[in-house]
């Protein structure tokens, strides 16, 4: 009996693995990059693993989880409230729709699928956040931050997989 219950709480705690990385994400996140130039810029890590995610393993990351995920990196890092969720949400929202188009898809496709629904994320942030505000946020911090998260992807893809491959091939 014990032996079952052990293995049920495995699979349980290997289950949660996509919004735990989210939420290790969410605090690399929160520390920003100094870039010379530029005011802090962090590229959009929580953003990746929602993408990466949603496509391979959606049954593993509920919308709840990603809503709350959301709301905590807004109270971390001093963001609207809400507007991180709204646009991981849409984010997964658009990837589950299409996840029957990138799933077993090259990896240059997926990455292709990510460069078009980036600039999406960053424009709606840039949007709502300037509503938010009542004046225009400078854009550039956003361009500079949506190109850094398009060129992460490759490596933070690449480790998600490996820790699927590896950890949660069972499931």
Do not use: C, E
Request: aromatic share 14%; glycine share 6%.
């Amino acid at each position: 009996m014990s032996a079952v219950w052990i293995q049920r709480v495995d699979t349980f705690l290997r289950g949660l693995t996509p919004a735990t990385l989210i939420l290790l994400l969410v605090f690399v996140g929160a520390v920003p990059w100094h870039l010379p130039g530029l005011a802090p810029v962090t590229p959009a890590f929580p953003l990746i693993a929602v993408y990466y995610w949603s496509i391979y393993r959606p049954d593993k990351l509920p919308f709840a989880a990603t809503f709350a995920l959301g709301l905590f990196h807004d109270l971390l890092t001093g963001t609207p409230i809400g507007l991180t969720a709204l646009v991981l949400l849409l984010v997964q929202g658009i990837v589950n729709s299409q996840r029957v188009f990138f799933h077993n898809k090259p990896f240059l496709v997926v990455w292709w699928g990510f460069t078009l629904l980036v600039p999406v994320a960053a424009l709606t942030s840039w949007v709502i956040g300037s509503i938010f505000l009542g004046a225009m946020v400078p854009p550039l911090p956003i361009i500079v931050q949506a190109a850094l998260t398009i060129l992460l992807y490759p490596v933070l893809a690449g480790v998600f997989s490996q820790i699927q491959f590896h950890f949660m091939q069972r499931l």
